[in-house]
C-alpha cells in the first residue's frame, strides 16, 4: 500500500481544485449549489471538482436540501483541522463546551499550569 501525505496530493491539485479546496476551507462548509457560483464556474465544472476532492479525500459532502432543492453541503475533512492549539500536556480547553468562561476557575488555573510547564 502507498501512502500519500497531504501535502503531496494538494501540490498535484489543478489551480481550479486548489481554488476550491481553499474555498471550502476559508467557508468551514458551504453549499455545492453555491461551491460553483462562488468559484465562477459551471455547475458541472463544480461538481467535477468537488468528486476530486472528495475522492482525494480532502473534503467531506454529505447530502442537504438548500432553499428546497437537493444538493450537497461540503465540508474540509477533519484532519485539517488541528486541536493542538487546545491541549496542554494531555488536557484539553476546559473552556471547550462552556457558554460562559470563568478565568478564576481551577480547572483554567490548571489548564495554564500545563501549557506554561509543558515542553
Known sequence: MVTVSISETEAELTADERAGLELVRNSGGIH???????????SRKGSRIVESLVEKELVNREDTVYDGHNTYYITPTARDLDFTLLMAGDMLSPFIGEEEVDPNSDAFSQWIMNLAYQE
Open 32 to 42: 455545492q449549489s453555491d461551491f460553483w457560483k462562488e468559484l465562477d464556474v459551471s
